[in-house]
């Protein structure tokens, strides 16, 4: 039998600052049944690009990364690094 892996979306997080954070887990299951789990997060800022990012997050920032948030994340990042 072959493994196979599929990726869910555990957890989408969204910072004050329009940064998401997204918590994927990757179960491997062999047989149908599960071999192995893999948890990783990311964290894509607001002006990040999104575009090799699945349907699901990329609503989620069509909403959260309006030209405002992503205006004043930019500001925030230019006056921290002053």
Same mark, same amino acid.
């Given at each position: 039998?072959?493994? @196979?892996?599929? $990726?869910?979306?555990?957890? /989408?997080? /969204?910072?004050?600052?329009?940064?998401?954070?997204? %918590?994927?887990?990757?179960? =491997? @299951?062999?047989?149908? /049944?599960?071999?192995?789990?893999?948890? +990783?997060?990311?964290?894509?800022?607001?002006?990040?690009? =999104?575009?090799?990012?699945?349907?699901?997050?990329?609503?989620?920032? +069509?909403?959260?990364? $309006?030209? %405002?948030?992503? +205006?004043?994340?930019?500001?925030? %990042? @230019? $006056? $921290?690094?002053?």
């Amino acid at each position: 039998m072959s493994i @196979t892996r599929e $990726t869910i979306i555990d957890k /989408i997080i /969204i910072n004050n600052d329009g940064e998401l954070v997204i %918590k994927e887990k990757i179960i =491997f @299951t062999e047989g149908g /049944i599960k071999v192995g789990e893999h948890v +990783q997060k990311k964290h894509i800022s607001p002006g990040d690009s =999104f575009e090799n990012e699945s349907e699901e997050i990329k609503q989620v920032l +069509q909403v959260v990364h $309006t030209d %405002k948030k992503v +205006q004043a994340y930019k500001n925030k %990042k @230019t $006056t $921290t690094a002053m």
